[in-house]
C-alpha cells in the first residue's frame, strides 16, 4: 500500500471512530435510508452534518434530493454496502464504540 493510500486508509478509520458515525451507519443498514432528522433525534446538530460530510466523502454513503415534493434521503452505497458489510458483522450493534482504532 503506498503512503497515500495508507493515510486515507487512517482517515477513513478515524472517521468510522468518531462518536455518531456508526450510529449513523447502523441505522442506514437496518432501514435502507434515513432522514437528517432521524439522526439528530440521538445527536446534537454539529455531529450528524459532519459525520455525513465524511461518509459522503468517503463515498461509504449517497445523499438524494428531491424537489417537488421536498425530500431529501440518505443511504449507503455499493462500495460503502461493501466496505462495511463485514465490519458490521463482525463487531455486532455496538460495532467500533468498543474499539480504540487509533
Avoid at 41 to 60: G, V
Wanted: no cysteine; proline share 2%; net charge negative.
Amino acid at each position: 500500500m503506498d503512503e497515500k493510500s495508507e493515510e486515507e486508509a487512517r482517515q477513513l478509520l478515524r472517521v468510522l471512530g468518531l462518536a455518531g458515525t456508526w450510529d449513523i451507519l447502523h441505522f442506514l443498514f437496518e432501514n435502507g435510508t434515513g432522514s437528517y432528522l432521524d439522526f439528530r433525534q440521538s445527536m446534537n446538530t454539529h455531529t450528524p452534518n459532519t459525520r455525513l460530510n465524511a461518509l459522503i466523502e468517503y463515498n461509504l454513503i449517497v445523499h438524494h434530493q428531491v424537489r417537488n415534493p421536498r425530500r431529501e434521503w440518505y443511504e449507503i452505497t455499493e462500495k460503502g454496502e461493501g466496505d462495511l458489510r463485514t465490519l458490521f458483522e463482525n463487531t455486532g450493534s455496538e460495532g467500533l464504540k468498543n474499539y480504540r482504532l487509533i
